[in-house]
Nanobody
Framework: VQLQACGGGLVQAGGSLRLSCAAS????????IGWFRQAPGKEREFVSG????????NYADFAKGRFTISRDNAKNTVSLRMNVLKPEDTAVYYC???????????????????WGQGTLVTVSS
């Protein structure tokens, strides 16, 4: 499966962005999808994930209450709605896919085999 992330940009603190991840190839509904981010000089970290049928999702602590993940298997897309953005949310955001036979969704990069190219989110103070 190939992934294409988009929707990043420059936003002021307190603003919102909606990232999208479009998939092609493979059977999209067989894959859990995760969002990760990497800020300059920092390690990549988990943001949020959603199971293959959308039955379960998880969030990093910093994302809880501000970010919402959703998917549309008919359109082969996953979205990440980010509200109340903070300067520390500035990073390149990546979507990733991991094949699953159940509704498990992990939070480790090892749970995801296929990665998109990333989209840059910059939050100004």
């Amino acid at each position: 499966v190939q992934l294409q992330a988009c929707g990043g940009g420059l936003v002021q603190a307190g603003g919102s962005l909606r990232l999208s991840c479009a998939a092609s190839g493979g059977t999209f509904s067989d894959y859990a999808i995760g969002w990760f981010r990497q800020a300059p000089g920092k390690e990549r970290e988990f943001v949020s994930g959603i199971s293959r049928r959308g039955g379960s999702s998880n969030y990093a602590d910093f994302a809880k209450g501000r970010f919402t993940i959703s998917r549309d298997n008919a359109k082969n897309t996953v979205s990440l709605r980010m509200n109340v953005l903070k300067p520390e949310d500035t990073a390149v955001y990546y979507c990733a896919a991991g094949w699953r036979w159940n509704e498990y969704v992990g939070s480790s990069s090892r749970d995801f085999m296929h990665w998109g190219q990333g989209t840059l989110v910059t939050v100004s103070s």
